[in-house]
């Protein structure tokens, strides 16, 4: 898997962790156990009473251990969303 990350170094990636969490950032490096450099990054965290609230992380390291899901952003296209507007119950854990 290592080295299908390659291609999106230095674009924008969302990440799904194993404990629910959407972290959003430039994917900037990555090792063989899928330790994940992120810059410019931030959560996003969702709320069936309120819209999406973004907490900014800045330079992040996210463990490999803790990536369910990685896919590119499409930049265009996340930008015209009206994150304000959306209600969502956030995501559960994994269950192992």
Not at 13 to 26: K, P, Q, Y
Not at 31 to 44: A, C, F, G, K
Not at 63 to 91: H, K, M, Q, S, Y
């Amino acid at each position: 898997m290592a080295s299908a990350l390659e291609s999106y170094v230095n674009k924008t990636v969302s990440i799904v962790t194993a404990d629910g969490r959407i972290i959003v950032g430039t994917l900037k490096g990555f090792d063989q156990t899928i330790n994940l450099i992120l810059d410019d990054s931030h959560e996003r965290v969702f709320s069936t009473s309120q819209g999406m609230e973004q907490v900014i992380l800045g330079l992040y390291i996210v463990r490999g251990d803790n990536v369910a899901v990685i896919g590119e952003v499409d930049d265009d296209t996340d930008g015209r969303v009206d994150f304000d507007n959306i209600r969502a119950e956030p995501l559960n854990a994994v269950a192992h």
